[in-house]
């Protein structure tokens, strides 16, 4: 099995592992991988602490972004990332575009996975999409590496004030997007710079292609 929870029920979960030996060998000898939000470094090691002691090795977490209006995920990391606030890069099918509010970088996302607005609230969808057609997250990241942006992304706070304001404003961008789906990860492109080249890990995350940027 994959587990996915909060982080409550995370440290929960770690507390009543680390209690009962039998419950802890049961359960991570089946354990495939588990997705813990992006700040729960605790979390994390518990889990691999755990893990280590029962097996030798280290847990394979997940973690990423999203919302329930993206139903509900933008941005996962790989297996073996374990930097805490890292989310990584778009799913398949996601384009994010980092747009500058308030000094930092508004994540917005166009999907198929995206609601297209608020049930009788014309007013409220209306301000949760750009002018692109992009709904704004209202959360904002970074580049773990700006000069290895195959990296990802690394969650960077809240845009303030809540609720989300309608910054009509059009600003100079960043966009990410996934192109081809793969069985486990995606290749793709990353638009960032005008005039410039970025590299792209292939499924196998071992390969990388060389991609124009726009």
């Keep these: 099995p994959s587990i996915s929870t909060c982080p409550r029920d995370s440290i929960a979960g770690c507390e009543s592992l680390a209690a009962d030996a039998d419950l802890r060998v049961r359960f991570l000898s089946r354990l495939r991988a588990c997705f813990c ?3 729960c470094r605790s979390t994390w090691d518990a889990l691999n602490a755990l893990a280590q002691q029962e097996f030798g090795v280290d847990m394979p977490v997940i973690t990423g972004l999203g919302a329930t209006e993206t139903a509900p995920s933008v941005c996962f990391t790989r297996p073996g990332t374990r930097l805490a606030g890292a989310i ?14 308030e000094g930092k970088l508004e994540m917005r996302v166009k999907g198929p996975n995206v609601t297209p607005g608020y049930w009788r609230q014309p007013e409220t ?8 057609g992009y ?3 209202g959360d904002a990241a970074r580049w773990i590496d700006e000069g290895d942006i195959a990296q990802g992304l690394m969650f960077d706070g809240r845009i303030q004030p809540r609720p989300r304001r309608d910054h009509r404003q059009r600003a100079a ?7 081809a789906a793969a069985p486990t990860w995606s290749s793709g492109c990353m638009q960032s710079r005008p005039g410039t080249t970025s590299s792209w890990p292939d499924h196998d995350m071992m390969e990388t292609k060389q991609l124009m940027i726009n």
Excluded: H, I, Q
């Design 135 to 137: 709904y704004r997250l």
């Design 37 to 39: 939000p992006p700040g």
């Design 173 to 179: 961008s960043t966009s990410v997007r996934c192109w």
């Design 125 to 132: 969808t209306t301000a949760a999409f750009d002018e692109e």
């Design 88 to 101: 990584g890069l778009p799913a398949t099918g996601n384009v994010v575009k980092l747009v500058p509010v």
